[in-house]
């Protein structure tokens, strides 16, 4: 079955960086356009970024544009989001999802597959 499973989450200071990873299986991931979404505690989970299925085209929230980069290892069938310049506002439970096809997705009721998050926290 498939399987993704998200790592690398943590406490970190405002300014810091962390990065995500998402290693999947029982997918052709190759195949796969993947996408990050976080959830924060009393919010709606939102989109964060996505990536079609050979890294070529990319697509970011405006809230981390520019801070944030989504990439992906087709060999290692694992996808990254790397955090940088931190905000407080950032902390929320962050989750890979999965799907079919060659474009990308913003939208999480077009992913099929999910992780089961990692809980990113940055304060001081």
């Known amino acids: 079955q498939v399987q993704l499973v998200e790592s690398g989450g943590g406490l970190v200071q405002p300014g810091g960086s962390l990065r995500l990873s998402c290693a999947t299986s029982?997918?052709?991931?190759?195949?796969?356009?993947m996408g990050w979404f976080r959830q924060a505690p009393g919010k709606e989970r939102e989109f964060v970024a996505t990536i079609n299925w050979s890294g070529s085209s990319t697509y970011y929230a405006g809230s981390v544009k520019g801070r944030f980069t989504i990439s992906r290892d087709n060999a290692k069938n694992t996808v990254y989001l790397q955090m940088n310049s931190l905000k407080s506002e950032d902390t929320a439970a962050y989750y890979c999802a999965a799907r079919g096809g060659g474009t990308y997705y913003t939208q999480s009721a077009q992913y099929p597959y999910w992780g089961q998050g990692t809980q990113v926290t940055v304060s001081s």
């Open positions: 029982g997918l052709t991931f190759s195949n796969y356009a």
